[in-house]
């Protein structure tokens, strides 16, 4: 038998006996279910386009730290989310209906029992810090509100102030609601307690420590006022005709 033969010959035995230790090696063991960790009635709830809801195990574009319990965050799929963070407490929740913009950065602290976050339709946010640090307290926002970066909303001040003649606290929480089509500027701060109304534009570095009940206003300052009537916006960058 030539050399070339004797090769061919070793390889083929080669390949039969691999093929047949592939064939008679044993079936690999099934990996061990993943540990189920306790969610303490803690849910993620995607909703979709037709309104049916299924449990996700997350949410794309968003980190979420439950620290309590029965405590549920439930986003429209319709949301696309960037960089987001949320931290909640117990029996907490936080709502996100569908939009056609991009959230991004939004980062919500409801983390003190029944701390309820609600974001409406086509919202829109490049920064923004939400603290609802006692209990009980709201931040809504209506529908198609637009927001700048680097805004502070609050509905608590975070510390007691106390009357010093009776010790009761005179500064408590209390909800924020931020009504349709409002576009809130860059870098502003909006406290516990205010309402604005619908087509409100809150000006770049305002301060809002008080509602404001008229509609489509320019409000401006610290602490802000109403510095334009009757005016509406839009999305678009100002253009001359
Ligand atoms: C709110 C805003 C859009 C209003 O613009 P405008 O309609 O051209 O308003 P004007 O500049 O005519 O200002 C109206 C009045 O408000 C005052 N004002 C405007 N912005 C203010 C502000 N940020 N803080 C305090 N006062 C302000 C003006 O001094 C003026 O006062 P006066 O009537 O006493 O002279 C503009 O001031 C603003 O804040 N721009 C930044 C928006 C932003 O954050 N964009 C980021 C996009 S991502």
């Known amino acids: ?47 979709n386009s037709d309104g049916t809801e299924e449990l996700a195990a997350s949410i794309a574009g968003a980190l979420i730290e439950f620290r309590g319990k029965d405590s549920v965050v439930r986003i429209s799929k319709g949301a696309k989310l960037i960089g987001c963070k949320f931290f909640l407490g117990t029996e907490c929740s936080i709502e996100i209906e569908s939009s056609k913009y991009t959230i991004r950065n939004v980062v919500a602290h409801v983390t003190f029992a029944f701390g309820r976050l609600k974001i409406g339709k086509d919202f829109s946010s490049w920064g923004v810090s939400l603290k609802l640090e006692e209990p009980s307290t709201t931040v809504t926002f209506g529908q198609d509100c637009m927001l700048s970066y680097g805004i502070t909303i609050r509905t608590t001040d975070g510390h007691q102030i106390l009357d010093l003649s009776t010790g009761n606290v005179v500064n408590f929480g209390a909800d924020v609601m931020i009504g349709n089509h409002c576009w809130i500027g860059q870098d502003a701060m909006i406290l516990k307690g205010v309402t604005l109304a619908n087509g409100t534009i809150v000006a770049a570095r305002s301060l809002v420590a008080k509602s404001v009940a008229e509609e489509n206003t320019i409000i401006a300052g610290v602490s802000a006022k109403v510095v334009r009537r009757n005016v509406g916006w839009n999305r678009e960058a100002p253009r001359r005709k």
């Not at 691999?18 to 993620?44: C, D, R, V, Y």
């Open 1 to 47: 038998m030539d050399i070339l033969k004797r090769i061919s010959l070793r390889l083929r035995r080669k390949q039969t006996l691999s093929q047949t230790l592939i064939e008679t090696a044993p079936a690999p063991a099934p990996a061990p279910a993943p540990a189920q960790m306790p969610n303490n009635g803690n849910k993620i709830i995607a909703i």
